[in-house]
């Protein structure tokens, strides 16, 4: 690619009129691709140091601090200038946005590294799930520390479709707006903006209750834009990164192909649970109480609906099936299991009919003879959302806000826990929630999950540790 010499005066600086146009602000939602003449050199350079800030943000989520709080921005920072992220620590945490050479100079810098992550992450499922989660968090950061006139600068550039609603609908709708939107008040009414956006913008701020909404549109104000914004750039980067996963299977340019293979291998730092099947294990005598014990909230909400309406449907027999699998339990006692509940409302014959041949399939005994593996935290959220009657899927990605905080409250988590996880659940932090789930239920031991099996080890390791060390002579 060539640079194209035409050139704007800005501030007494040359900059070329393209740059000008591709990199106007530091928040982006890096719709444009790079240009000019690049660097190999450079780009692996600049990608390290990217995939080297996702690693230190990923850090601060996993210490377990709570999500935009002081305490996690100042982690990050700390980190970044440690570091020596100098342009990261000057794109994240600066409220101005200037238009320098060095500005333009950092903004594309962030373009170039970003489009170089995504054909490295694109290929997989897991890898592109967890680069757009540390993107997403990379993108709120830079919007905590943006004034409201960089945020509406943002919008503009951006061409979103947020309309501010008129003085007149502002004061017709004083009240609602007042009753309904948390932070807002009589003293900051009248300095706050609100946005009429479709109720789908954010669905999420309807679960939480947390704006007014009539005939399908919600009024929501200027400090909760980031909701909406954050979901629209979410949006862009999953389709990004889908449209290139299928454009690498076509082309790609045999100079980038070593840096993009490094780049994808360096995700090995993203650990991933490999469960080891121990089949017998886990008795069908001990199920209920291990049930509450040391099952992830995913699988306890399968098992319990089980035992009260005594059917799941396909997603969740599937789920639940292999996780039992994956701790232990015999494919005969699987049978007997799942016949002893089924059984209640169907007949024997039934059963056996429709149902004995997949829970053999899923043990690798019937059909291709695959050794099925119990699913993963990102395939267990990837499934289609749960229909009426079906109770599959992950609770911290699914459930709202009041129902997820009445179950943690009723499993005995502390309020303050249950703020917690939830402020986590609702910040998008699904795995984090759960991981932080754990903490709470195993007195304040900690373990990062990706993956049912997992928690359900870490919880045995637990439980057994505590055994042997409330024996006699064992030293504490």
């Known amino acids: 690619m060539e640079i194209h010499t035409k050139t704007k005066t800005v501030n007494n600086i040359n900059i070329p009129e393209q740059f000008l146009k591709l990199y106007p602000h530091d928040a982006c939602l890096y719709e444009n691709r790079p240009e000019g003449e690049l660097n190999l050199i450079e780009i692996e350079k600049l990608t390290e140091e990217r995939l080297e800030v996702l690693m230190i943000i990923k850090g601060a989520n996993d210490k377990g601090f709570a999500y935009t709080s002081d305490e996690w921005k100042k982690y990050i920072l700390e980190m970044l200038t440690n570091g020596n992220h100098v342009d990261y620590v000057r794109l994240l945490y600066h409220p101005d946005f200037k238009l320098t050479n060095e500005d333009i100079r950092r903004r594309r810098k962030d373009v170039l590294s970003h489009y170089i992550l995504v054909l490295a992450f694109c290929q997989e499922e897991e890898k592109r799930s967890w680069f757009t989660q540390l993107e997403v968090d990379m993108f709120r950061l830079k919007f905590l520390h943006l004034t409201d006139t960089g945020i509406k600068e943002f919008i503009k550039i951006n061409g979103i479709g947020l309309t501010i609603i008129s003085k007149d609908d502002k004061n017709k709708y004083r009240e609602d707006l007042l009753n309904c939107t948390p932070r807002l008040n009589a003293s900051n009414f009248d300095s706050t903006d609100f946005y009429k956006v479709p109720f789908k913008s954010a669905p999420e701020l309807l679960h939480d209750l947390s704006c007014f909404v009539r005939r399908g549109f919600m009024y929501v104000p200027h400090f909760d834009a980031i909701r909406i914004l954050e979901n629209v750039f979410k949006e862009h980067l999953t389709s990004r990164l889908l449209y290139f996963s299928e454009a690498l299977k076509l082309y790609c340019d045999s100079r980038l192909a070593p840096i993009i293979k490094r780049m994808s291998n360096s995700s090995s730092k993203i650990t991933e649970y490999n469960p080891v099947v121990n089949a017998g294990s886990v008795s069908l005598t001990s199920l209920d109480s291990l049930s509450q014990t040391s099952f992830p909230l995913c699988t306890r909400n399968l098992y319990e609906a089980l035992q009260r309406f005594h059917h799941l449907k396909y997603n ?17 006692d699987a049978l007997e299991f799942f016949r002893s509940e089924f059984t209640k409302v169907i007949d024997s014959n039934k059963f056996d009919k429709e149902y004995t041949y997949s829970i053999r399939h899923n043990y690798g005994l019937e059909g291709s003879k695959i050794d099925y593996n119990p699913p993963s935290c ?26 997820l905080k009445k179950r943690l409250a009723g499993l005995g988590i ?16 699904a795995q984090i929630a759960c991981s932080k789930f754990f903490e709470h239920t195993h007195g304040g031991t900690q373990a990062a999950i990706n993956h049912p099996n997992q928690f359900f080890e870490e919880s045995r390791k637990y439980y057994l540790s505590k055994e042997q060390q409330s024996q006699p002579g064992t030293s504490k």
């Not at 749960?386 to 699914?398: A, K, S, T, V």
């Open 316 to 332: 969740g027999r599937q789920l639940l099936q292999l996780f039992l699998k994956g701790i232990g339990l015999s494919v005969q």
């Open 378 to 403: 990102i395939n267990v959220m990837n499934t289609s959302p749960p229909n009426q009657g079906e109770y599959h899927g992950c609770p911290f990605r699914l459930w709202d806000a009041p129902m």
């Open 414 to 429: 502390s309020n303050q826990g249950v703020i917690e996880i939830t402020d986590l659940a609702k910040a998008g932090h």
